[in-house]
């Protein structure tokens, strides 16, 4: 079975201490074969911010793919952010803004959907809907096929329409086309899942959106819990449904708990 961590904004620089502890531990006794981190892995991309979350990476020890986030690329500093925005972020992950990881059970995709020039507003172009759905059309049939965005695809509440994705239907649809599974984003501090095909759309396949909240940050929205997702896998026994179960972090035992658990059916209709 493949299990997979999904953290999102943790924005180090405004990290509560106690639940960057309570999370390492849960990772650590996870296991899991992926830890993807979805974007503002820093507040106001630091150095020191940077070099929290590389300590932060390497105490649990499990490969990870990292994408930056708007908050990723310095916001003051304008020189910076016109002439080598995602320098310290290279500086800390390396070069690749847009990484992949690929298993016999697994392939994820990153796509760096941050514009410097409009540091919240984020967009997918044509090239990369592009690049991700040929990518998908040569994924095997036993694996998970997730996309990693920073900005959502889709939302759940009027006052978040404002951060949705720019270009996302034409990333929806060619990815529902080429067999994407699970879109997953953060950006918005709200963790749900949601599926993406509707009457409106009439995808050609199956495809949900899976939503991060903050996982260690105190910019807590609207009282809701520090929390990441962890996805479950198992191709040997079922490979048409993943599950996504939510961990949120328990306030007065000072660890994360199991909570909802979403079963996402895969359902597939493409043509290779």
């Not at 509440?157 to 239907?169: G, Y």
Request: charged content about 25%; proline content about 5%.
């Amino acid at each position: 079975m493949s299990v997979i961590v999904q953290i999102s904004d943790p924005h180090f620089g405004t990290e509560r201490p106690d639940v960057v502890e309570a999370l390492r531990d849960a990772i650590v006794a996870m296991q899991p074969e992926l830890v993807i981190l979805s974007g503002d892995v820093t507040q106001r991309a630091r150095r020191s911010q940077f070099e929290a979350a590389r300590c932060f990476i390497d105490a649990y020890a499990r490969p990870t793919l990292v994408i930056p986030g708007n908050h990723d690329v310095p916001l003051l500093n304008l020189f910076a952010r016109a002439f080598s925005p995602f320098a310290e972020y290279r500086r800390v992950f390396g070069d690749d803004l847009e990484p992949e990881f690929a298993s016999a059970d697994v392939l994820a995709i990153g796509v760096n959907t941050v514009r410097p020039a409009r540091h919240k507003n984020g967009e997918v172009s044509d090239a990369q809907i592009e690049r991700v759905a040929r990518r998908l059309r040569d994924a095997d049939d036993a694996q998970l096929r997730i996309v990693v965005t920073h900005q959502p695809v889709h939302v759940i509440r009027d006052k978040d329409i404002e951060n949705l994705l720019i270009n996302r239907e034409a990333a929806i649809a060619a990815w529902a086309a080429s067999g994407a599974d699970l879109v997953l984003g953060g950006h918005i501090h709200l963790p749900y899942v949601r599926p993406l095909n509707n009457e409106t759309r009439r995808l050609a396949s199956e495809l949900w959106s899976v939503q991060a909240g903050t996982a260690l940050s105190t910019r807590i929205r609207e009282g809701i819990s520090n929390s990441f997702h962890v996805l479950h896998h198992d191709p040997a026994q079922d490979r048409s449904v993943c599950v996504v179960e939510q961990w949120d972090y328990d306030e007065a035992a000072k660890r994360f708990v199991a909570g909802a658990r979403t079963s996402v059916p895969l359902e597939r209709y493409t043509s290779r």
